[in-house]
């Protein structure tokens, strides 16, 4: 009833369309997995997606030259947005284009800057990496049309000289590092946000919130020391007010951070082997409170009923795999054998844990979302939370923790209860 209230008003008056991209949160979206996605494939995540908040999605993409469907596919994305009110903007992946595909970046920028769907305050257009790209080219070839250029920049420092045209800047420092692919121990910091936003001088910043980092190719096979991640960035996301949040990622499965359900009609890079059978549904679960809580600007989510969301690696740090011929990724000895539950209560509570063969532990929780940790033990997860002498909701997570694996999995099994 309120959502269609607000669409109804959306169309009344369009101004709030603009003014909604002050505080929209849009997640990043992985078009080189999706070759084969019909419209009805979109609108099935783009639904889930707004139905945690989400605004739209920034679509990753590479040229056709590498990737001939990114046509398509964009076109796709931007049909199924239409039909659902939602927006997306393109996020090229300077992994692939370069600069001297400007031509091409212009006419793809130029062919969606005024379409529907197309998400606003000037039309949004972002990439990883690629600080070099002069946007001033893309705009003076494009004089009708008011592009705001939202690059990812790799060094903050840039910013304040930078010539290039850009109207502000994304981040993708989302985990902890000194920079580049760097691992340092947790937890995470705003300390390169505010770098972005010092240099940004009152432009607007684009913040990134990821849940996670595994990834276990032969190309690269590390994770960062994200583990209170899924909501501690959260809330430094409530106090730091950036002007638009970007989720990393809504569908990267091969670096763990993905957030979307599983997607049947992707395709696998290989990276099938860590994440089936590890759902992170419950992310959204978490996150929509705290998408709300941003966009309003209020300091803390607001819980509406009794939920947890608990995460959990599903091995202890120093267990041996013994088929895997890429060997234990760096960084896990930083990991802590710690369980993860976020408490979503409407008022104080008991929750007990019996992390596998380890005595019961209890601790009080207060009202609001509330992470403990506990220690790790083999064997089954269970999960129960009491209200003056009544349990209100448990249950035991589907997935145990072994002891014994055949190839290293660092990506967390999130669950949800009820
Ligand atoms: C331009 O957009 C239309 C959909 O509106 C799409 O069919 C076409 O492929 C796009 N062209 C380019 C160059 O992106
Ligand atoms: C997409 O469909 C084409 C044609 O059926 C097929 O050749 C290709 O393997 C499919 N791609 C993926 C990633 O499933
Ligand atoms: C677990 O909780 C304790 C107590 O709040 C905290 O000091 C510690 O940093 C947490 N561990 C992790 C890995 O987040
Ligand atoms: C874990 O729980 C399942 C059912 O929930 C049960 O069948 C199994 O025996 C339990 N395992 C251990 C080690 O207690």
Known sequence: MAKRLFTALLAAMPWMVEAQTTKAVYAHFIVGIVENYTVDDWKADITQAQAIGIDGFALNCAPPRIDSYTPKQLANAYQAAQALNFKMFISFDFAYWSTGDTPEITSIVGNYSSHPAQAHGGAIVSTFVGDNMDWNAVKKALPNQKITALPNIQDPNYLASAQTGLDGAFSWYAWPTDGGNSIIPGPMTTIWDNRFISNLAGRPYMAPVSPWFFTHFNTKNWVFICENQPTLRWEQMLQLK??????????????????????????????????????????????????????????????????????????????????????????????????????????????????????????????????????????????????????????????????????YNYNPYVGVLP
């Not at 992170?280 to 509406?304: C, E, M, N, Q």
């Open 242 to 407: 950036p002007s638009l949040v970007e989720i990393v990622t809504w569908n990267d499965f091969g670096e763990s951070h993905y957030i979307s359900g599983s997607q049947p009609h992707h395709s696998d890079d290989g990276s099938s082997a860590w994440a089936t059978g590890y759902p992170h549904d419950g992310f959204r679960t978490l996150w929509a409170p705290y998408i709300a809580a941003y966009k309003s600007g209020a300091a803390k989510p607001t819980v509406k009923s009794d939920q947890l969301v608990y995460w959990y690696r599903t091995t202890p740090k120093n267990t041996v795999c013994t088929g895997d011929t890429l060997g234990v990724p760096n960084g896990v000895q930083l990991l802590a054998d710690v369980v993860f539950v976020a408490t979503m209560l409407t008022s104080p509570a008991q929750l007990t844990v019996t992390s596998g063969g380890n005595a019961p532990v209890t601790v009080t929780v207060p009202a609001g979302i509330q992470t403990t940790n506990f220690t790790m033990g083999v064997g089954n997860q269970s999960f129960s939370v009491s209200r003056n002498g009544q349990k209100i909701l448990g249950g035991t997570s589907a997935k145990a923790i072994a002891n014994s694996c055949v190839k």
